[in-house]
């Protein structure tokens, strides 16, 4: 069985088709890179996922953990298991970080957790992303940089622990070394049996979080599938 | 008032009020003098009253406010009536279940939604000997908190020594109208080197009276003394008369400190027309007139169709201290025009202000202040910041900052900024496990955070989610 399966998906924005019949299963412990030019719909795809309201799903199916994704709100699949790392973080002013990795932590696992035991697991999520204490007590993002956005997102998924994370273009924005950080953030952070759609632009990512499966996404569809080396290929002669 | 807006229906389960003693529409100073003389007032009272009369008839309607209200008929108004009383239901079952909803969001107890719409208390909750015991406590500690009528009775000096000192009767349009036919308030006067032995809101949230349409509040803190006064309340209220035309004055001796906080939440008319809501004009005014003194001045203004007002401070006495914390939430059709005025008179005086705008669908929300600094104020301080947060692309929100300064010692600090409450971020709450109520909370509640960090405990978490639902239905 697959954790998710993607069938036949189209969708559009303001009326424009982005997805035009993509197909896509992942299964458990599985590392899927998504890769394609810009506009392909690689972001869509992502946010659609996620649950964005801006786009309509015009046909197609998703299934999640044997429920249909589709019908569910955003933070209905989160709490089942979905996690979005976003290519723009948001930024929540006079929010401190803490208090929203709390809240959330507290609405994805509906359990409390005591202060203390919340603030044990936070220290030690935030030192294997070399996050410094002090970004538990700045606003949300405010005034983060690229990189310090992007290893707050893949703390998140340390903490929230989710089936299936997407990374959307994570790597964007970021140097070498800040990306070598978040790429080994997300190998040691995510257990074994979790899985993870890569969403990239660039195949250097690919060097330190290695996939399963290389999929080139373009014109709204899944063009091409293989493995790790498909993604040197790309790199080498491009999408066309 | 012109025949649409009168037509304000209660359609939440409040019942038109049944007027005993209502005196005929109109003005005059005949009406002045049958208000007094219904009321048995000292003379002192009623020469106060008809001065000011004289003052306002003299005055013009003022509109140069940032919104729009039509010209008031001041002779189709009734500027006396008996203590209204609501009729008593038998149980919550007989309220509007929209209304019962909102408390429900609100977090408001189910003891005090009784309260709030009149249904007979059980034994278990007797509001009645809890506030009884809260009434002696006061007067053990010779805290005196009644109604301004009854202080005009009981304290007649204190009256004749402070009313209008600080307000002055010809002060502008509406407080020179309320000075000739206020109908009640309250009256607090703190002995020196007292602290009020509780939060005078825990108080008013057992005993809160029907606010009439001309209120009239004097408090007096003397050297050393503090209290803190809240009025208001989180439920929504409604009532027939569309202008509430207030004044509210304070006085803070030396060393004393003065808290008051206001969580204002009337109709505010019908969302897509305007009509019906009430018109909230107000002068508050406070005056550090000694040594150290403070006076902070916290507000939640999150209904009425217009608000405007700028509670302000006087800071005359060295070294004295004068606050404002605001939020002002305007959604639908509603305009506010508010923001404070810190007068800087005594050496070394410092003033803080923090004022969040929020605006949502068609509404507009101004803030206006002005920080005056005199010659003879060295090294005065002030620190000011404004926060306005948009929802949405047809509301408008405008900040109006004045600053005079008389003198080269005194420092001044002018933050704002402008943001945009959008659907991104709350698309990214909810991917984080967060339902689109609770995400807007989070974000509305993080632009807002310094000014509820100041409101009294209990009111500061139904103040939150007072603000949430405001906006719930403005956010795509």
Not at chain 2, 408 to 426: F, P
């Amino acid at each position: 069985m697959y954790l998710i399966e993607i069938k036949n998906l189209h969708a559009s924005i303001d009326g424009k088709p982005i997805l035009k019949g993509l197909n896509l299963q992942v299964r458990k412990g599985e590392i899927h890179a998504i890769m394609g030019p810009n506009g392909a719909g690689k972001s869509t795809l992502a946010k659609i996922l996620a649950g964005h309201p801006a786009y309509t799903v015009t046909e197609g199916e998703i299934w999640f953990k044997g429920q249909d994704l589709l019908s569910l709100q955003p933070e209905e699949r989160a709490a089942l298991g979905l996690f979005m790392s976003f290519q723009y973080p948001l930024e929540i002013a006079g929010v401190t970080n803490r208090h929203f990795l709390k809240t959330a932590f507290t609405a994805l696992r509906k359990t409390k957790i005591s202060e203390a035991d919340f603030d044990t697991l936070l220290a030690e999520k935030m030192a294997l992303m070399e996050m410094r204490a002090e970004f538990g007590d700045r606003s949300v993002n405010e005034g983060f940089s690229g990189g310090e956005k992007k290893r707050n997102e893949i703390l998140q998924m340390a903490l929230f622990d989710p089936d299936l994370a997407i990374l959307d273009e994570t790597d964007s924005g970021l140097d070498i070394d800040a990306m070598k950080v978040v790429a080994s953030g997300v190998n040691r952070l995510r257990r074994p049996d979790s899985s993870l759609l890569v969403i990239t632009h660039y195949q250097r990512l690919l060097d330190y979080i290695r996939p399963d499966f290389v999929h080139v996404l373009f014109d709204g569809r899944i063009q091409r599938t293989g493995d790790a080396t498909l993604a040197l290929e790309l790199e080498a002669k491009g999408y066309a | 008032m012109t025949a649409e807006f009168t037509a304000t229906d209660y359609k939440y389960g409040f019942v038109t009020p049944i007027d005993s003693d209502v005196f005929p529409k109109g003005l005059t100073e005949e009406t002045v003098r049958a208000i007094s003389a219904k009321k048995e007032e000292p003379a002192f009272l009623l020469e106060f009253r008809l001065k000011a009369f004289r003052k306002w008839k003299e005055m013009v309607e003022p509109h140069w406010l940032n919104a729009h209200y039509p010209a008031i008929d001041y002779q189709n108004i009734s500027y006396y009536s008996e203590p209204k009383s609501k009729p008593r239901l038998e149980s919550l079952d007989e309220v509007d279940p929209e209304l019962l909803k909102t408390f429900e969001k609100l977090g408001i107890p189910l003891d005090e939604q009784k309260r709030l719409t009149n249904v007979a208390v059980d034994v278990v909750f007797d509001s009645v000997s809890l506030g009884t015991t809260f009434r002696k406590k006061l007067e053990e500690a010779g805290v005196v908190l009644c109604s301004i009528s009854e202080a005009v009775k009981k304290y007649p000096d204190l009256i004749e020594k402070y009313l209008g000192t600080v307000v002055p009767i010809g002060d502008n349009f509406f407080a020179a109208l309320n000075s000739a036919v206020f109908s009640d308030g309250s009256f607090v006067y703190i002995p020196k080197g007292v602290r009020s032995p509780m939060e005078l809101s825990t108080y008013f949230r057992i005993n809160e009276k029907e606010t009439g349409q001309f209120e009239r509040t004097l408090i007096i803190a003397e050297a050393g003394s503090y209290v803190s006064y809240l009025e208001g309340c989180t439920a929504p209220a409604f009532d027939t008369n569309q202008l509430h035309a207030a004044v509210v004055e304070l006085i803070a001796e030396e060393c004393a400190e003065i808290k008051y906080s206001t969580v204002q939440n009337w109709y505010a008319g019908d969302p897509k027309t305007g009509k019906g809501g009430i018109f909230n004009f107000v002068t508050k005014r406070g005056l550090c007139s000694g040594y150290k003194s403070k006076i902070s001045w916290t507000q939640v203004e999150a209904g009425a169709a217009i608000t405007w007002k700028y509670p302000s401070c006087i800071l005359r006495g060295d070294e004295s201290v004068g606050e404002f914390y605001s939020v002002a939430l305007t959604n639908g059709k509603m305009q506010a025009d508010t923001g404070t005025k810190m007068i800087h008179v005594g050496k070394g005086t410092r003033s803080v202000i923090v004022s969040k705008g929020i605006s949502a669908d068609e509404s507009h929300n101004t803030y206006r202040g002005l920080v005056k600094v005199v010659p003879k104020a060295a090294g005065a301080r002030n620190y000011t910041q404004c926060d306005s947060m948009l929802v949405g692309n047809r509301c408008s929100a405008n900040t109006f900052p004045k600053i005079e300064v008389g003198n080269s010692s005194s420092q001044l600090e002018h933050e704002a900024s402008t943001s945009k409450l959008n659907e991104e971020q709350i698309f990214y709450l909810q991917t984080r496990g967060l339902s689109k109520e609770e995400a807007i909370q989070l974000i509305v509640n993080g632009f807002c955070k310094e000014v509820i960090a100041e409101l009294p405990l209990e009111f500061a978490v139904e103040a939150q989610k007072l603000l949430a639902l405001k906006l719930e239905h403005s956010v795509g």
